[in-house]
């Protein structure tokens, strides 16, 4: 029944727990007295791995320079300069967000040469701000105080180190520091993994590695939703003895990306003595530098206010590239990621931008309007006011929570050179099951967090419906109609957290050929032989025109061509229009799917897509009403006790 939510239903049975999770109940949250100076990030030479490339740390502009994880050493004449991805200190964004007026430099240095600091401006100029020289240095440290001052529209801070001829230079153990808070915030890793047990050693494995370094870090959460679980690997009981009690290993239903993170969220409020705690979220299958959490960790704990802080994305396939310096999302035309004006995208940090020839640096402070959950971190202040995120299974989980945040006074920040590599999106292909989700939950935000212009989101959705008819994607047009349908059942939809909607999306699709990927010399019903590449022509540059021809030659059943194959960044609707069947690359590159002409499956689904979105148009507020009164039970921690089974 719309608007009806599950909260008040009887638990089910208690999920089981292990040995580890028998451990984590005795784990306390309490903030620290700060011993020493905060480490604000370090300074590394080299990456957590060798596909990652030496460059992103610092750059070698003469000579000749060995550069290891924690040190570099330079012969004579060299140069190396720490003007990079992970290199700079991001010094605008420490002077807006946080209370910070000042940072320290500092290195064992041994040997003679010339240490440096300089930074850049909003438009990435560079200055000195101090240099020294060295000489016959044997293990001295090396520090500079800087101010952090000039920097509120842009720029950062780094270290230059030069030796002259006959001089040989090594630095180590380069750390940016600030003066602590009176009390550090307990900070607890969460990662949610899902049959990705190997992914998930390996991040264990590298914060086991690291963990001298990670003296913020109280605990890490692992929330196991799969049957692969990651205990039954060989090397699970090596780093849970490394990690000891900071290791909370916990087994649990498959509730999606949501119910794995939110599972950290629900344990740190359970066992906290303080507000002032950080949960980090972390996907599973990311490539991590351990730094990511000292980085994220100190800038929240020097916040003059509680913010999200949000870590970048790097692309794993193209470790050099950026995914997106900092996002938002339209809403009301249920489009996530969108790069904010000035951000760099899909950008090479080793390269220079193609308009200006400029590296590409980023210079410019952004506002993102939300972080993705591959490295996120949440002051416990925010699940305070605003509870827990919604259970969306996953798909805009991570920008409906931030939305809901701001709206309360909590803005979230994308942190400059805090970064992981996630799996590049674009390798993945948008005709999924998980579709399903991110129109369902895309709906369901705007819903809640804008205006919701009916007019504009079924508009939208139309023009999907028309695009994916056109391109014979029959079973994602079904996909986008079953979204629709659900979201105007209300929030009793999300009553079991995605479960049920994710077995019957699976289920729809099964039933639609060209959701299924094959393999290019085995498509069923088609010799290999048979199937030639045929190229799209440019994009047209009288769109609306042609999408009408398009419209009226697929209701008149007439097509240009009878077969062909087309490359995935060709497969745009107005060339797949053409075809009567098309072999379509997958955008992961590893098979072929075959789209087929279906013009009864066409004029059925077109028929109900138009009466769904009419309903939308006329129900829509109403529902919009429905899941804001729901809103506080859904995000409640008595709800997702249940989902739970606890």
């Known amino acids: 029944m719309a608007g009806k939510t599950a909260v008040g239903q009887p638990a089910p049975a208690k999920a089981k727990t292990n040995g580890a999770q028998a451990k984590e109940d005795q784990t306390t949250f309490a903030e620290h007295v700060p011993h020493g100076r905060l480490t604000a990030q370090r300074g590394l030479y080299a990456g957590p791995s060798p596909i990652v490339s030496k460059d992103l740390y610092s750059e070698v502009l003469e000579g000749v320079v060995n550069r290891g994880r924690d040190g570099v050493t330079l012969e004579p004449s060299a140069r190396v300069s720490g003007n990079t991805y992970f290199g700079r200190f991001p010094a605008s964004y420490w002077q807006r967000w946080t209370k910070v007026r000042q940072v320290r430099v500092e290195a064992v240095v041994s040997g003679a040469g010339q240490l440096a600091v300089r930074a850049s401006d909003v438009e990435g100029e560079p200055r000195t701000i101090e240099a020294r020289e060295v000489e016959g240095a044997d293990g001295a440290v090396v520090a500079f105080d800087v101010k952090i001052d000039k920097f509120y529209d842009g720029g950062a801070l780094w270290l230059d180190l030069e030796t002259q001829a006959g001089q040989r230079l090594t630095v180590e153990r380069v750390r940016w520091t600030v003066e602590p808070p009176e009390k550090i915030r307990p900070t607890a890793v969460t990662i949610c993994t899902m049959n990705r047990a190997d992914d998930c050693l390996k991040n264990l ?278 979204a629709v349908e659900d979201f105007l059942e209300g929030p009793s939809i999300l009553e ?31 010799a290999s032989n048979d199937i030639g590449i045929i190229n799209a022509a440019p994009r047209p540059a009288l769109q609306r025109l042609i999408l009408v021809k398009r419209v009226f030659d697929r209701l008149r059943g007439r097509s240009r061509f009878a077969l062909g194959a087309v490359p995935n960044d060709e497969a745009h609707w107005w060339h797949v ?55 506080p039970q859904l995000t409640s921690r008595e709800n997702w006790k249940r989902l739970y089974r606890l």
């Open 205 to 482: 494995q590298a914060l086991a590695g690291d963990l001298q370094s990670l003296d913020t870090l109280d605990a890490i959460y692992v929330a196991d939703q799969g049957t692969d679980r990651v205990d039954s690997r060989e090397g699970f009981a090596q780093v849970a003895a490394d990690l000891g009690d900071k290791l909370k290993y916990i087994t649990q239903p498959n509730l999606g990306g949501a119910g794995g993170f939110t599972r950290g969220l629900y344990e740190v409020a359970g066992h906290t003595e303080t507000e002032h705690a950080n949960v980090l979220f972390m996907d599973d299958d990311v490539l991590l530098e351990p730094d990511l959490v000292v980085r994220m960790t100190a800038f929240s704990n020097m916040a003059a206010n509680p913010v999200i802080v949000g870590g970048q994305m790097l692309n794993l396939l193209h470790p050099h590239q950026l995914h997106v310096g900092a996002e938002y999302a339209r809403l009301e035309k249920l489009e996530p990621g969108v790069p904010v004006e000035h951000s760099l995208h899909t950008a090479d940090l080793l390269g220079v931008d193609e308009e200006t020839g400029e590296p590409n640096r980023q210079e410019k402070r952004l506002d993102a309007g939300y972080n993705g959950w591959w490295s996120c971190l949440i002051p416990y202040e925010v699940v305070k006011a605003i509870g827990y995120p919604m259970p969306f299974f996953f798909q805009w989980d991570d920008a409906e929570y931030s939305y809901r945040a701001r709206a309360h006074g909590f803005p979230t920040v994308t942190l400059p050179g805090a970064g992981v590599w996630h799996a590049d999106f674009h390798w993945k292909d948008w005709d999924e099951w998980h579709r399903y989700f991110n129109l369902r939950n895309s709906i369901i935000t705007a819903a809640l967090h804008s205006d919701f212009n009916l007019n504009v989101v079924c508009r939208t959705l139309m023009a999907q419906v028309v695009r994916y008819l056109l391109g014979m994607q029959y079973g994602l047009t079904h996909t986008l109609i079953k």
């Open 496 to 526: 079991d957290g995605g479960v049920a909607a994710m077995q019957e999306i699976r289920a729809i699709r099964a039933q639609y050929p060209e959701t299924k990927r094959h393999d290019a010399t085995e498509v069923p019903g088609i």
């Open 577 to 631: 229009a053409l075809f009567d069947t098309a072999v379509v690359t997958d955008a992961s590159q590893e098979g072929v799917r075959v789209r087929k002409y279906d013009r009864e499956r066409m004029f059925e689904l077109g028929k109900r897509a138009m009466k769904t979105l009419n309903r939308l148009r006329k129900e829509g507020h109403a529902v919009q009403a429905q899941y804001k009164r729901a809103l």
